[in-house]
C-alpha cells in the first residue's frame, strides 16, 4: 500500500510539472496625467509666463529677500520647480548669471548618466537654454531664459521624493513639456 502511495505522489508530481513558471516582474504604480492646461502668471512680476493650472505658484522660502523667485508646485506629483530671476545690470552681468547656470547643472555630474544641452529661441526672440540629466540626479531639467541685455530667467525641476526616476518619467516627461511651453510663454517687461 505505501508502495502505491509513493508511486502515486511521484506520478502527480511528473505529471503535473510540465511547465516552468516564472515569478512576475514588479509593477509600477498607474499615475494618471491630466491634459495640459495653462494660466497667466499675474501681474507683478518682471517676467510674465504661461504656466500650469495643475501647479500653484508661492514665493520661494529659501530666499524671502528676493521677491521675483518663486516655486510651482505640482503638489499631486510632489514636484516643485524653482524660478530664479536676475535684472542683468552692474552685480550681475550677463556672464556670470550663465556660468552659474551651467556650473549648477555641472555639479550633477557625479550621479548623472547623461546630461544633454540644447539651445532654443522663443518666440520673442530671447535665447533659452535646456538641460536633460539622466540619472539618479535631484533635478533631472533646469533651464534659463534671457534677452542677454537686461533679464535672466532660471529653472529647475526637483522632485520631493526618493523614488527611482525612472519611476518618475511619466511625471518628468509630463512637467517637462509643461516647462518648455513656459519658457516659450517668457515675455520680461522693460
Known amino acids: 500500500?505505501?508502495?502505491h502511495l509513493w508511486f502515486g505522489i511521484l506520478l502527480v508530481g511528473l505529471v503535473g510539472c510540465d511547465k516552468?513558471?516564472?515569478?512576475?516582474?514588479?509593477?509600477?504604480?498607474?499615475?494618471?496625467?491630466?491634459?495640459?492646461?495653462?494660466?497667466k502668471l499675474s501681474s507683478g512680476y518682471p517676467y510674465q509666463i504661461d504656466f500650469s493650472?495643475?501647479?500653484?505658484?508661492?514665493?520661494?522660502?529659501?530666499?524671502?529677500?528676493?521677491?521675483?523667485w518663486v516655486n510651482l508646485n505640482y503638489a499631486d506629483f510632489g514636484a516643485k520647480v524653482?524660478?530664479?530671476?536676475?535684472?542683468?545690470?552692474?552685480?550681475?552681468?550677463f556672464?556670470?548669471?550663465?556660468?552659474?547656470?551651467?556650473?549648477?547643472?555641472s555639479q550633477h555630474q557625479v550621479k548623472a548618466y547623461g546630461i544633454e544641452e540644447a539651445v532654443m529661441i522663443t518666440p520673442e526672440?530671447?535665447?533659452?537654454v535646456v538641460a536633460e540629466l539622466t540619472g539618479e540626479v535631484p533635478t533631472q531639467f533646469q533651464f534659463f531664459v534671457t534677452d542677454s541685455t537686461?533679464?535672466?530667467?532660471?529653472?529647475a525641476l526637483y522632485f520631493n521624493t526618493a523614488m527611482k526616476n525612472d519611476s518618475l518619467a511619466p511625471v518628468i516627461e509630463y512637467i517637462?513639456?509643461?516647462?518648455?511651453?513656459l519658457m516659450n510663454s517668457v515675455k520680461f517687461e522693460d
Request: no cysteine; aromatic share 12%; net charge positive.
Open 53 to 68: 493650472t495643475y501647479s500653484r505658484i508661492e514665493a520661494d522660502s529659501f530666499n524671502l529677500d528676493e521677491d521675483t
Open 125 to 128: 526672440g530671447y535665447t533659452g
Open 1 to 3: 500500500m505505501r508502495k
Open 95 to 105: 556672464k556670470k548669471l550663465s556660468n552659474d547656470a551651467f556650473r549648477l547643472t
Open 82 to 93: 524653482h524660478l530664479t530671476y536676475k535684472r542683468i545690470g552692474n552685480n550681475f552681468d
Open 176 to 181: 517637462k513639456a509643461d516647462m518648455v511651453h
Open 150 to 155: 537686461n533679464n535672466f530667467l532660471r529653472g
Open 20 to 39: 516552468t513558471y516564472l515569478p512576475k516582474p514588479p509593477g509600477y504604480n498607474r499615475i494618471d496625467l491630466p491634459a495640459h492646461a495653462f494660466q
